[in-house]
């Protein structure tokens, strides 16, 4: 069978098998609430809650274990056969095409680890892929902006901020960004403002200008210390985030800014620091 179909046909079906109950749909507002969930911005992302009860028994009607298992919906530990995504908030992950070829999913509890994705298979390689990359495509503005997670791009979506992706869960692949860029577009790097992320804005950095394909053409946003899109949207500041989005930093600006609290430090061990990064 062509296994870049199973996805798709899979978070189709699991669509219309009523796996949601009131139990479970009333953790999945941990996130969003009744009208967000209604809301129509928010159902191009096609989020879900799975309740494991009747959902691995559904699929298993309707699809062979093989496909199953290979799809990464279910594993299998012995002979049991589980829901790799039970009681999670699933999100399906759409290729550029507007196809399912994969899902992630975050708990709404203390389970660790707090995200997971499928199994890499031979058309889902995670480096390669971008949540929301439709974005890209649809994008007449030729400007995209790279959060870290699936929560920061949904609600900066439903904010009308549309061209917006983020990587799944791992590192922003420095190759993936040259890409965009030598198709034109200027990419507008806004990762989280705690230690982190600013380290992933350095070491992105450190890997773009290694790279001898780079081209100028991205652009960095400093949010305030240990802030991130979801969560100034969720106290109330949507417009110091659109604003801050409409002056990001050329890589010069940001290495002259980043520098500065380096600079300006009485610690020696920091100014070191700053003297290895200028390097």
């Known amino acids: 069978f062509d296994l870049s179909d199973r996805p798709q046909m899979i978070c189709a079906y699991s669509k219309n098998i009523g796996h949601l109950d ?3 749909s009333s953790r999945s507002r941990y996130y969003f609430d009744e009208e967000e969930q209604e ?3 928010m159902k191009v992302f096609s989020i879900d809650f799975l309740n494991q009860k009747d959902f691995t028994k559904n699929l298993m009607n309707k699809f062979s274990e ?4 290979k799809s990464s919906i279910l594993k299998k530990n012995n002979a049991n056969l589980y829901s790799f995504f039970s009681n999670r908030v699933i999100i399906p992950i759409f290729s550029s095409s507007n196809k399912v070829f994969g899902f992630g999913a975050r708990t709404t509890g203390d389970d660790m680890p707090k ?3 499928s199994s890499e298979t031979k058309v889902f390689k995670k480096k390669n892929i971008l949540f929301n990359e439709m974005a890209i495509t649809k994008n007449l503005e030729k400007k995209v ?3 870290e997670g699936y929560f920061d ?3 900066m979506h439903q904010n009308n901020i549309k061209n917006v992706v983020a990587p799944l869960g791992t590192s922003i692949n420095h190759e993936k960004i040259i890409e965009i860029v030598k198709r034109g577009f200027e990419c507008i790097i806004c990762l989280d403002g705690d230690t982190a992320g600013r380290n992933s804005m350095l070491r992105l950095l450190d890997n773009l200008i290694k790279d001898n394909n780079f081209e100028l053409g991205v652009k960095f946003v400093l949010l305030p210390k240990d802030a991130d899109p979801d969560q100034l949207i969720d106290n109330n500041e949507i417009n110091y985030l659109k604003d801050t989005l409409k002056k990001p930093l050329t890589i010069e600006k940001f290495i002259e800014k980043y520098l500065e609290k380096f600079s300006l430090s009485e610690n020696l061990e920091t100014q ?3 003297k ?3 390097k």
């Open 276 to 278: 290895k990064f200028l």
């Open 153 to 155: 791009v949904i609600k």
């Open 145 to 147: 902006i790279i959060t």
């Open 22 to 24: 009131d139990r479970c």
């Open 39 to 41: 809301d129509p911005r």
């Open 115 to 117: 995200y997971i994705n």
């Open 272 to 274: 070191y620091k700053g």
């Open 66 to 69: 093989d496909e199953l298992l």
